[in-house]
């Protein structure tokens, strides 16, 4: 269930990439991120290179954007 720009009332179905999204989208409001997701044994497999990102020390092929390190 969802409201439209109007406040107009919704009810839909979603599945695949769509509810994936949709998902996402919603964890972030409630201030879950996508490694609050993952087994305890996986994120302390990913803790390093998780780390690496958020300081910048990554390459993508796209723009990113990091916090400012005090």
Known sequence: QYQDEQFNDHEETFDGFAARVIQHEHDHLDGILFTDHLPPLR??????????????????????????VK
């Open 43 to 68: 994120r302390r497999l990913l803790k390093g290179k998780l780390r690496d990102i958020s300081i910048g020390k990554t390459d993508a092929k796209y723009k990113m954007r990091f916090p400012q």
